[in-house]
């Protein structure tokens, strides 16, 4: 490969990984053709993009960027596909889903919210994963919920309270 193709690659690594929340480092070496291009449609249908790279140019086009991703270097060896997504957690299920049939993808490493998985025993880990979206929405589910108990709570009691005191005052007639 030319030099000025293998700029041209890294470049596009380095945008499309600042383009993704996330992104997953994957072996996918034992899929065949048909069971890869069928990871490929999975992911597809998922949003997620599948890319397979060379480790030497994936850990240029890594430390091109501003953050340290130092410690996804111990897993850039053998065969790499990154899995890009903007959910944390759906390129997770999907290994998990597609392994069950093919052994196969295997998780080597993850970048998700800015924190590392390494290994494949942090797939689980990953699968129950929230996004920062989805845990803000909950912080504020959770702050709004005792402020409607509170408003029902007075609504309803102004019912009940309005309900007494026209009994009251119909038995005194």
């Not at 193709?5 to 065949?32: G, M, P």
């Not at 970048?111 to 909950?138: M, R, T």
């Amino acid at each position: 490969m030319k030099k000025e193709d293998k700029s041209n690659v890294i470049e596009q690594i380095v945008s499309t990984v600042e383009a993704y929340n996330c992104f997953y480092v994957t072996d996918i070496t034992a899929l065949n053709a048909g069971q890869t291009s069928k990871l490929r449609r999975n992911c597809f249908k998922e949003d997620i993009k599948l890319v397979v790279v060379k480790n030497t140019l994936l850990k240029k086009a890594l430390d091109s960027l501003n953050t340290d991703f130092e410690q996804l270097y111990q897993v850039l060896k053998g065969n790499s596909a990154l899995m890009f997504s903007n959910s944390s957690n759906a390129p997770a299920k999907l290994i998990k889903s597609f392994a069950k049939e093919y052994k196969v993808p295997v998780l080597k490493a993850a970048y998700v919210e800015e924190s590392f998985y390494i290994g494949p025993d942090q797939l689980e880990a990953l699968i129950h994963i929230k996004s920062k979206n989805e845990l803000i929405g909950e912080v504020i589910g959770l702050l709004q919920s005792p402020a409607k108990n509170v408003v029902s709570a007075l609504q309803s009691g102004g019912n009940i309270l309005h309900g007494v005191l026209k009994t009251l005052g119909e038995k005194e007639n």
